[in-house]
């Protein structure tokens, strides 16, 4: 997912520095992501913008030495130009500039500030001129005063003497500020003369336009652009759906807003034309835009553009390469919720990292990912639709404590009780599984019984509640993410003795295990083929059942625990998990993953997933007759090369669902079908096979080059299978109409998702 190449001299040269030692402690990676722009991650806001500080300062440091004789015009050649923003973040800059290249920078004489926007007066507007005098020229003014004495800068100023600190200020600020003023604007809609107030924002937009132009050119091409970004992808002014957005030169625009007050400020074209735009990111709910603006929708570019404007600077690789975000860790987390039940009269609360969506009771898809499944959904809290809330479970710390049995109910029920506290708001909450997540999944299914071996009752006969969880799958949805059962187990031992084979005697890879798991099927229900031993799996997996029996084992690991989370406490070794050579994500991902897990927890659900498999496995067959019976939609994705989960396993229990469907329902073709039964196989796009048996199992979070490709192809099957199952039961008035599911069904029609590969 990383590119090697890097778009600008003062990348290189922070690169290079960085490599000869110098300032590592300070100095975090700025990583090169697929999309192209500059990602770098630190512990807080104040080394994010010391970061930030350090890269402009190495930007002005080339165009001291060399950039600028090439430059285009006199005023570029003589001064370095900063177009800022203003806002929180911004303010940590400008304490970096100051702190760490208040000497290094020649201010009075080669840097002159732009800003980005103004307003006519809005309740809480600081601007960005005032951000800037108060929280930077003022505080230089004074630095450099003691610095090198008053004299000195009066003379550098033009000052004639005597001058006190007020006077130096205000010289400065003249100096190094172009200013956008709205004063008469500000009156006259105090008046309530609107139409003058337009017309007279309109006429400093063309002054500054104008004034910018004579300086840099008809590109208005900046050096250095910076800014904050909002939780929305608003980017200075450009706010989601403004029509301004639409305007690609550079220009200087008003902005009117819903307050009535006006704004001037530069537009799109301004942003793209720039050298380089660092982007200061701080706070929370930012990873949402972040990641909108990393991914590669499938919606054309423009509406994107209109949903997330931080999109911009995607419009081409060009554009792209030069956008440096500096980003803290709060500004790429996600906020928790508590999703709270009783059990036995005792309180469980579970908790959930969740994005909130932009549609009130739309859609909630509740995501159950696989062992140690904290923080890994982050790709898919990203990139599924901005309209739905996405909440990936934490299996909480209660199951340390249940036996093997107890295990996969105890999250099944947790995982139900979401889904019906969802459902009586009438919010549709389509569930998806990853790997072992997938006895999660059965389990839920298996709660509608009233024991395991019993029979599967008619819906009319389901108690209240039950019958409210089947309402509530059928109107939403089931997901499978390459999801594990028994079986699977095996096949991955057939795919370790290929490894070995490779590895031998250089035989082909292949991650493809059994040639066939199931037989039966049309005749009656799947069983496993002969070879195919789960109780020879069950021996294999009894020492550490007997391991874990033994009064040592949980001290030994928790004690393992406890000292890789002390170890990861130590500010240097984050920091150096920080600039690892990997994607943001993944990079926060591992951090946390590690500071929080328990380790004995993991070992615990691998022993519970494998000490009865041949039960398990006649409960995960059980499980897809209840799918049947009840008249459930469900998606299937795997990849074709998954060394831990069958792909054949899945295409054979595809087939049988879809055949037992088509009968059900007397329909021939799978597109007919009213309740679908869909399967996905994602398949590689190099022709040959990686060594890399992790990566196509992970799908969405996959850290080869292709994990990009196949997070899009996983998203737009889990948006599209979701739309049209919501739309169904609305027509069937099971749930209200949604606007959102309205517009994508307006743009995609009603094409079904039929079982297909995916390349």
């Not at 109409?737 to 069904?745: G, I, Q, R, Y």
Request: glycine share 6%; charged share 25%; aromatic share 6%.
């Amino acid at each position: 997912m990383l590119r090697a190449r890097h778009g600008s001299r003062a990348l290189q040269h922070v690169r290079s520095h960085r490599r000869r030692g110098r300032d590592k402690a300070q100095l975090p990676a700025l990583i090169q992501e697929e999309a192209g722009i500059n990602v770098s991650i630190s512990r807080d806001l104040t080394a994010a913008a010391r970061h930030s500080a350090q890269v402009m300062h190495s930007q002005y440091r080339n165009w001291i030495q060399r950039d600028r004789h090439a430059a285009w015009g006199q005023y570029k050649r003589q001064h370095f130009t900063i177009a800022v923003g203003g806002g929180h973040t911004v303010k940590a800059i400008y304490r970096a500039w100051l702190g760490d290249h208040h000497n290094s920078i020649d201010w009075i004489r080669h840097v002159r500030f732009f800003l980005l926007e103004e307003s006519s007066g809005e309740p809480a507007w600081e601007s960005a001129e005032q951000t800037l005098v108060t929280h930077f020229i003022t505080p230089l003014a004074r630095t450099l005063v003691r610095g090198k004495s008053k004299n000195v800068v009066s003379r550098a100023l033009g000052l004639e003497k005597p001058v006190d600190l007020d006077d130096i200020v205000d010289a400065l600020i003249a100096r190094l500020v172009n200013p956008l003023n709205l004063a008469d604007t500000r009156r006259a809609l105090d008046r309530g003369r609107t139409s003058e107030a337009r017309r007279l924002a309109q006429a400093e937009a063309r002054r500054y336009q104008k004034h910018i132009r004579d300086r840099l050119g008809g590109s208005m091409s900046f050096h250095l652009i910076v800014s904050g970004i909002g939780g929305d992808g608003t980017l200075g002014a450009l706010a989601p759906y403004r029509p301004e957005l639409s305007v690609r030169e550079p220009q200087v625009q008003v902005f009117p807003q819903t307050s009535g007050a006006l704004r001037v400020a530069l537009n799109r074209g301004v942003f793209t034309a720039a050298e380089q735009v660092a982007l200061i990111v701080s706070g929370s709910l930012k990873l949402k835009a972040l990641g909108r603006f990393e991914m590669e929708e499938v919606a054309p570019f423009e509406q994107t553009v209109m949903e997330t404007p931080l999109r911009i600077l995607r419009e081409t690789r060009e554009i792209a390469e030069k956008v440096c975000i500096y980003a803290d860790e709060q500004a790429l987390h996600f906020d928790e919720t508590v999703f709270e039940y009783r059990e036995n009269s005792a309180v469980i609360r579970n908790k959930a990292e969740t994005r909130e969506g932009d549609e009130a009771d739309g859609v909630h898809a509740l995501l159950m990912l696989g062992f140690m499944g904290l923080f890994r959904f982050t790709n898919l809290l990203i990139r599924l639709p901005s309209a739905w809330t996405v909440s990936a479970l934490h299996r909480g710390s209660d199951a340390k404590n249940l036996s093997n049995d107890e295990i996969f109910p105890h999250y099944a029920r947790g995982l139900r009780k979401a889904i019906l506290k969802n459902w009586r708001r009438g919010r549709p909450t389509p569930v998806a599984s990853h790997s072992i997540g997938g006895l999660i999944s059965d389990h839920l299914l298996l709660s509608l019984l009233d024991d395991y071996d019993a029979p599967i009752r008619p819906y009319e006969e389901l108690k209240p509640e039950n019958r409210m969880l089947v309402d509530a799958l059928r109107a939403s949805g089931m997901i499978c993410l390459a999801t594990w059962a028994p079986s699977d187990g095996l096949n991955t031992g057939e795919n370790v003795k290929a490894v070995w084979s490779h590895w031998r005697g250089n035989t082909p890879l292949d991650f493809s295990g059994f040639e066939r798991i199931y037989r039966g099927g049309r005749q009656g229900p799947l069983r496993l083929v002969e070879g195919i031993e789960l109780e020879q799996g069950a021996s294999r997996m009894s020492g550490l059942d007997r391991f874990l029996s033994r009064w040592f084992a949980r001290p030994l690991i928790s004690g393992l625990n406890q000292g890789i989370r002390r170890l990861l406490n130590n500010r240097k070794l984050q920091q150096r998990m920080l600039n690892s050579e990997s994607p943001y994500i993944l990079r926060l991902v591992n951090g946390r993953l590690l500071k929080v897990a328990s380790f004995y927890g993991l070992v615990k659900e691998i022993n519970a997933s494998m000490h009865d498999p041949v039960a398990y496995q006649q409960r995960h067959l059980k499980a897809l007759e209840i799918l049947l019976e009840y008249d459930i939609p469900s998606l299937t994705l795997v990849h074709e090369d998954d060394f831990l989960v069958s792909a054949r396993r899945h295409q054979e229990e595809h087939h049988y669902l879809l055949q037992r469907r088509l009968e059900k329902e007397k329909v021939r073709r799978e597109a007919q079908l009213e309740v679908p039964a869909h399967l996905v196989l994602l398949r590689r796009t190099t022709g040959e096979l990686q060594l890399d048996p992790l990566n196509p199992h992970l799908l969405f979070m996959a850290t080869s080059s292709e994990g990009n490709g196949m997070a899009r192809q996983v998203t737009s099957a889990m948006t599209r299978f979701v739309h049209q199952t919501v739309h169904r039961a609305t027509r069937d008035g099971q749930v209200d109409t949604l606007d959102s599911v309205d517009a994508w069904m307006a743009r995609h029609g009603n094409a079904r998702t039929g079982s297909k590969v995916a390349a």
